[in-house]
């Protein structure tokens, strides 16, 4: 088999651990002697031994001897000391002969570190195997270890003519089962997911991955998703799932600090509360009345390990987003219906472009058919 049939199958083992392995990124190895595979392994939980350690241990629990065997791993392997040791000492160790890697590390303290450590050991490094696919699977992590701020994914479910609600508030449900699964699967592969006030006041939404309502636990699961409001008035009810359910201590809240103080005290005894400072624009940093500084809020999640961020908003908090150059990739559910009406809800709102030259511009651009609905992904320039 040759190198990219190899680190196919090393992608494919990296995946095992979609949602789980955060801070850490996603990686898989693969172990072959002789045109065969003699151990397999992927990075399971942040702490735990790495794909290549693991590979390692399951060629020996099979008997196989590691010495002048081939390691293929998605991601450049670590040279410094961490949570664990370097996996570069027990790949020397083991009398690896050559190693072939998908994307090097993105974090310019350990960038090509590794590839140096081996070859002066001896052994062969080849690199850039199927790299774009290695990159885009920790997308998330590559963003976070270079700008030290979460990924912002900014996520709708919205009717042909761009709405995702009608007047009233009503959006249950725009699209159909295979869409909002496959929505469930972000969340499971996020870190933290986002919304405004408006959204838990018309909806009352859990914001939680499906194994967390349940209640089941899954290695495959994500159990630990954060859950963000900005509610710059204190305006959540006490009766909130979101500050009354059993994951309420995963709850954070935004407020700003002419939020009434009644209200923040009595937030904070249920769930966590943070007094956000009030974005400034314009000349003379004028204020804009009650809009969290979502700068600040990035800054902040990115310093907590919070690497990837789903924005579930209306459509005032996506064009925050999105129009304020704060996010890097949306994913717009559509489904084959129009709602019309000059009062129904936008899937982004805000001021908007004020000409089609100002317009947000799409790269990257990817179209998938889920039933009857479509969900396009694409990154944001």
């Known amino acids: 088999m040759p190198d990219t049939q190899f680190m196919c199958l090393a992608l494919r083992l990296a995946r095992h651990s979609y949602g789980t392995t955060s801070p850490n990124p996603m990686v898989g190895a693969v172990l072959v002697k002789g045109g065969k595979i003699i151990g397999r392994g992927w990075h399971r939980l942040a702490g735990e031994p790495h794909a290549e350690i693991e590979a390692l241990r399951d060629a020996q629990k099979r008997g196989h001897n590691t010495r002048g065997a081939t390691l293929y791993i998605t991601l450049e392997p670590c040279s410094t000391h961490g949570r664990t040791p370097p996996c570069t000492d027990a790949i020397i160790a083991a009398g690896i002969k050559r190693v072939v890697i998908g994307a090097t590390d993105p974090n310019p303290k350990h960038h090509g ?197 789903l924005v579930e908003g209306g459509g005032e908090v996506n064009a925050s987003f999105l129009l304020g150059g704060l996010a890097q990739r949306v994913a717009f559910f559509y489904a084959p219906k129009i709602l019309g009406g000059r009062d129904s809800h936008k899937a982004v709102a805000g001021k908007g472009a004020k000409s089609l030259a100002e317009a947000l511009q799409l790269r990257e651009v990817e179209w998938k058919r889920l039933g009857p609905d479509l969900l396009l992904t694409a990154r944001v320039d």
């Open 113 to 309: 570190r590794a590839f140096k450590i081996l070859q002066r050991a001896g052994i062969q490094v080849v690199h850039g195997i199927l790299a774009d696919e290695c990159e885009r699977l920790n997308e998330a992590f590559n963003h976070w270890i270079v700008y030290h701020t979460p990924f912002v994914t900014v996520k709708a479910a919205m009717t042909l003519d761009g709405k995702i609600a009608t007047a009233s508030g009503g959006s249950k449900w725009i699209t159909g089962e295979k869409a909002r699964a496959y929505g469930m699967k972000l969340r499971q592969g996020s870190d933290a997911i986002l919304v405004g006030i408006n959204t838990i006041l018309a909806d009352n939404p859990s914001l939680m991955a499906r194994s967390q309502e349940s209640g089941v636990g899954s290695q495959n699961k994500n159990l630990r998703l954060r859950r963000i409001v900005l509610d710059s008035m204190a305006r959540t009810p006490l009766k909130a799932k979101v500050v009354s359910d059993k994951n309420a201590a995963l709850t954070t809240i935004l407020v700003s600090k002419i939020a009434p103080k009644k209200r923040v005290a009595e937030l904070a005894k249920r769930v966590n509360v943070l007094v956000a400072p009030i974005r400034k624009v314009g000349r003379g940093a004028e204020i804009v009345p009650y809009q969290i500084d979502l700068h600040w809020l990035l800054k902040k999640l990115g310093a907590e390990n919070v690497t990837s961020l």
